[in-house]
């Protein structure tokens, strides 16, 4: 039941308080569920989560061939990732390839201290908000320097710049289509955010270096930011040195 329902509506099925019913689950997992298995593991998944709204977080690792939970612990800072490789031995740090992560300085720090044969790879849902940050400041920046005129066509326009042009309303499309038309910057800023999405198609290493106008050129650093602060780590799928720094 513990697994289907929420522990705050126990007592509306069975007389039991949810703060038992927590317990219970808490116990029986305890006892029965197994130790996780660190044996040839090729590439982690770790990332932050807050516990509830307004509270502290907790930083999890996962197995990124098969889901399983390796590790949990309070804290998003290096501590919190320094306790998992602890429980693992030398030749279990040698098996891992790659390990994706937010763009945690913390994390990010261990990995290379633990794992420096490693690749890091960058998730995708952060690197994407990251450029709708850049984004965004682009078209803050042109609304500041815009006539009345120009202020009325960047209005209202934050969240079309950020959606793909597939998802665009008919409305949004023709708004969005007049805006790039006529400031240079945005228009540039949405071209190289398109280009980015392209990361996640390609299947061979060398696309990702290549075959972009993005990595090809330094026109990126229009985009202020973190973008302008080249990485070494990889975008999601993507493999090689990513010099876009988004």
Not at 165 to 190: F, H, M, Q, R, W
Request: one cysteine or more; a neutral charge.
């Amino acid at each position: 039941m513990a697994v289907t329902t929420p522990f705050a509506a126990m007592p509306m099925l069975v007389e039991v308080p949810a703060a038992t019913a927590y317990r219970y689950d808490r116990d029986v997992l305890e006892a029965d569920l197994p130790p996780p298995n660190f044996d040839n593991i090729r590439a982690l998944l770790v990332d932050e989560k807050a516990v509830h709204k307004g509270h502290g977080y907790v930083t999890s690792v996962l197995n990124a061939d098969t889901g399983e939970l390796l590790h949990l612990h309070e804290g998003k800072k290096k501590a919190s990732l320094e306790a998992f490789f602890e429980n693992l031995n030398d030749e279990q740090k040698a098996s891992v390839e790659a390990v994706c992560i937010d763009r945690n300085g913390a994390y990010r720090a261990v990995i290379k201290e633990q794992l420096p044969d490693a690749a890091v790879v960058y998730d995708r849902f952060h690197l994407i908000q990251n450029i709708n940050r850049a984004i965004d400041k682009v078209r803050r920046e042109a609304y500041l320097e815009a006539d009345a005129e120009g202020k009325n066509v960047i209005k209202g326009q934050r969240f079309n710049l950020y959606r793909n042009p597939e998802n665009l309303s008919n409305t949004g499309e023709v708004a969005l289509s007049y805006l790039l038309d006529i400031n240079k910057k945005l228009n540039i800023a949405y071209v190289l955010k398109d280009q980015f999405r392209l990361v996640w198609t390609y299947s061979k290493a060398g696309w990702a270096t290549w075959n972009t106008p993005m990595s090809r050129s330094n026109t990126i650093r229009l985009l202020p930011m973190t973008i302008t602060r080249p990485i070494s780590g990889q975008a999601g799928k993507g493999h090689g040195d990513q010099r876009h720094g988004v």
